[in-house]
């Protein structure tokens, strides 16, 4: 089998309706499996793939277990070459996949091809990103970010002077929509369990990279991301003390007690 798509879903019962939909309309040329992994929503998730998706393979967790092992419960069930991890608030357009496809196929040092997200005006949203110094998560989710200094190192670390019209090697990306060799999930053993949600994509990249698997942006493969900053909605210093900033910060700092005095990876601030 060529691709494996896999999405957690938690609580998005309406936009996972909507994706699949888009999924199945799109009529992907090549042999393919779609995989729901739900995270025990409670919200009438399960009940609506089963009787408007039947051909969905569907995985209800029993409990809550995050992004990124849910993930993982995908992955040990998919059975294609590429594993297509996306977010329920993704539309799928049938060429991006082709184009994604297409060159992890010529380019076989890359295990993860990602695309450019637009937002759905049309403008196209910062979702690939230099691995970051300590700092940067408390600059981007508190008000320390609008101090000059800081200001410089957010625009680096989230690439926003490059217009993104070019295909080139970045240091991770968004997790909403990443193509994945299967061979070089396996390498680097699936994402780490250890963040429960948020992070687990900037360390699966930065996995990825240790190993020799470059993570290549590529820019013609264009899909809409109804994207949501939860860690970003508070203001002010109402900002740090929001549950969703708080669970983000835990993340980094997991993230960083990992990664202490371990090599600089490529593609860093």
Known sequence: MKLSIIIVNYKTKGLLKQCLRGILAAHLPFDHEIIVVDNN????????????????????SARNVGCGAGNNLGVKRAQ????????????????AVKKLLDYLDEHS?????VPRLINPDGTTQLS??????????????????????????????????????????????LGACLLIRASAMRDVGGFDERYFVYVEDTDLC???????????????AEMVHYHKRESAESPGLGAIFAYPTRVHIRSWLTYFRKYHRQPTPPHSL
């Open 41 to 60: 929503s409670g919200d009438g998730s399960v009940e609506m793939v089963r009787e408007t998706f039947p051909t969905v393979k569907l995985i209800a």
């Open 80 to 95: 294609g070459e590429y594993l297509l991890i996306m977010n329920s608030d993704v539309a799928l357009f049938d060429h």
């Open 109 to 113: 040092r890359v295990g993860i091809a």
């Open 128 to 173: 690939t990103f230099l691995f970051p110094r300590f700092l940067v998560p408390l600059f981007r989710r508190t008000p320390l970010g609008k101090f000059p200094p800081a200001k410089r190192i957010l625009r680096r670390y989230l690439m926003s002077e490059w217009d993104h019209h070019e295909t080139r090697p970045v240091g991770w990306a």
């Open 206 to 220: 930065r996995r990825m990279w240790a190993v020799g698997w470059e993570v290549h942006f590529v820019h013609a």
